[in-house]
T-cell receptor, first 111, second 111 residues
Framework: NAGVTQTPKFQVLKTGQSMTLQCAQD?????MSWYRQDPGMGLRLIHY???????DQGEVPNGYNVSRSTTEDFPLRLLSAAPSQTSVYFC??????????FGPGTRLTVT | GENVEQHPSTLSVQEGDSAVIKCTYS??????FPWYKQELGKGPQLIID?????GEKKDQRIAVTLNKTAKHFSLHITETQPEDSAVYFC??????????FGQGTRLTINP
């Protein structure tokens, strides 16, 4: 199993641009989530999904959209990038929600 | 909502000594307490976890203790080695059905 994969590893955007961060898992996990990690602030939940077709907001959802059309994929969309969205983004998956397994991350810089 | 405080933010120990990181929480509905290790440039890795019906769990050199009455749980690493140097995060899963993370502890093992 590849586990949780994320692409791209690095991305630089200009303010106002949009993009999609990809996340996929091959463990048949129902629960998937997106976090952002900023220095000194730990990991903060952006959006999560308890199964295909179901998504919900986390702690910091503004400026981000998600969809879950399949069990395997959970893309995160930045609608209009802002410098405040410069961060490292992690996707995670879990069979039930609590025991989560993380991908390698995407480092995003918005200029 | 759930909140978790993690201390210390940095910890430096001599190789071979023990390291202890503590987290306190407020939500009595929390029932799952994982610990993650994050190495530079990588995603968090689940290293040990404990559920609310257990007071202590051990896996080789690492152990986690839980005091539900006092609402705190701790990570103990014995016989520390250079490869233990990393950032460690505590987390908890509770009534809101989301994983909430502490702020992280940067552990440095000095040879």
């Amino acid at each position: 199993n590849a586990g949780v994969t994320q692409t791209p590893k690095f991305q630089v955007l200009k303010t106002g641009q949009s993009m999609t961060l990809q996340c996929a898992q091959d463990m048949n996990h129902e629960y998937m989530s997106w976090y952002r990690q900023d220095p000194g602030m730990g990991l903060r939940l952006i959006h999560y999904s308890v199964g295909a077709g179901i998504t919900d907001q986390g702690e910091v959802p503004n400026g981000y959209n998600v969809s879950r059309s399949t069990t395997e994929d959970f893309p995160l969309r930045l609608l209009s990038a802002a410098p405040s969205q410069t961060s490292v983004y992690f996707c995670a998956s879990s069979p039930q929600g609590s025991e989560q397994y993380f991908g390698p991350g995407t480092r995003l810089t918005v200029t | 909502g759930e909140n978790v405080e993690q201390h210390p933010s940095t910890l430096s120990v001599q190789e071979g000594d023990s390291a202890v990181i503590k987290c306190t929480y407020s939500d009595s509905a929390s029932n799952y307490f994982p610990w993650y290790k994050q190495e530079l440039g990588k995603g968090p890795q689940l290293i040990i976890d404990i559920r609310s019906n257990v007071g202590e769990k051990k896996d080789q050199r690492i152990a986690v203790t839980l005091n539900k009455t006092a609402k705190h749980f701790s990570l103990h690493i014995t016989e520390t080695q250079p490869e233990d140097s990393a950032v460690y995060f505590c987390a908890l899963w509770g009534g809101a059905q989301k994983l909430v993370f502490g702020q992280g502890t940067r552990l440095t093992i000095n040879p």
